[in-house]
C-alpha cells in the first residue's frame, strides 16, 4: 500500500511536471507575444526590445522555463495585467471563495445523492426506483445556465425570497450562497445518484449477499453490513474525481451570479489575456485534477479488499 502511494505521488509529480513545460510552451515560448500581452499591442518594437532584455526574456528558453519553474515552487507567479497586483494576492483569495461553493455543495450532493441512489438500487424496477431515475435523467440533462435561469426566475423575480447576484460585496452572506449552490447540486446530484445506484443494483446480485439473505440476516442487516460498502466504492470514486470539476467547472455558475471565485477568475484573466495569471490558474486547477485523481485511486484501494495489500 505504501509503495502504491509512492507511486501515485510520483507520477503526481511526473505530471505537474510535463504539464509545466507544456504551459510554458504554450504561453511563454516566443517573447514577442509575452511583451505584446504585457505591456500592450500599441507600444514600439524599441520598447518591445527593452521590455525583453530588462524582463529576461532574451535568454535561452531551457534557462527561462528552470526559472519560471522555480519561481511557481516557490508561490512567485509573478503580477496579474489586469488588477496590477501580484498573481498569488489575487489567486489564492478566489479560490479560497470556489473551495467554500464547491464544499457545500459536495455537503450536498453527497448523502442525498448516495441516500437516492441506495433506495432505488436495493428496490430495482419499483416506482420509488423509476421516479428516482427519472428525475436523475431530467436534473443531470439540464445545464447550469438552463437552471440558473430558471432557479433565479422562481427564487428572486417571482418570489424575490433571494438575491439575484452572490458578489458577497457587503460582507459574507449565506443567502447568496442559495443559489449558485443549488445549481450545481441540481446538475450533479442526478448523476452520482444514477451510478450509486448502479452499483447497488450490481453489488444486490452478488453471491455473498444472496448467501447472506439465505441464512436468514435481515435485510437492513444484509444491506448496511455486507452490500453498502461495497456499493459505496463507485460513488466514492465518482465524487472525489468531481472535486475537480467543482474547482474549475464552475464558471458558468459564478459568472452567472458574479460570484467571485475561481472560475470567474479564469474567465477574467482569458478575457483579458493576462498571461501569468492564465499560467498560475491552469497550473492550479491540473494541480488539483492530479490530486484528487491519485486521491480517489489510493481511496478505491482502501475500499476494496482485494486491492488493499496491492
Known sequence: MVLAVLKRLGLLAATMLVVSLVVFLLLEATP???AIKVIGPYTTAEQQQL??????????VGERYVEWLGRFLTGDFGESIRFKAPVAEVLWPRLWNTAILG????????PCSILLGVIAGIREGSPADRSISVASIVTTSLP???SAVFLAGVFVFWLAWLPGTSSMAEGWDWRQLVLPVAVLVL?????????TRASMVEVMATAYVRTAVLKGLSRAR??????????????FTVLTLHINWLLSGVIVVEAFFAY???????LEA????????????????????????????????LLNPRLRGT
Not at 521590455?51 to 535561452?60: D, I
Not at 446538475?187 to 451510478?195: E, H, S, T
Not at 478575457?271 to 484528487?292: G, H, K, R, S
Open 144 to 146: 447550469e445556465f438552463a
Open 32 to 34: 514577442s507575444s509575452v
Open 103 to 110: 464544499l457545500t455543495a459536495l455537503a450536498v450532493i453527497a
Open 51 to 60: 521590455w525583453l532584455e530588462q524582463n529576461g526574456y532574451l535568454r535561452p
Open 222 to 235: 444484509v444491506i448496511t453490513h455486507h452490500a453498502l460498502r461495497n456499493a459505496l466504492i463507485t460513488p
Open 270 to 301: 482569458s478575457l483579458n489575456q493576462d498571461i501569468y495569471l492564465i499560467e498560475a490558474c491552469t497550473m492550479v486547477a491540473v494541480l488539483v485534477a492530479v490530486a484528487t485523481q491519485a486521491l480517489a485511486d489510493i481511496g478505491y484501494r
Open 260 to 266: 467571485k471565485g475561481f472560475g470567474a477568475l479564469l
Open 187 to 195: 446538475y450533479d446530484l442526478g448523476y452520482v445518484a444514477r451510478m
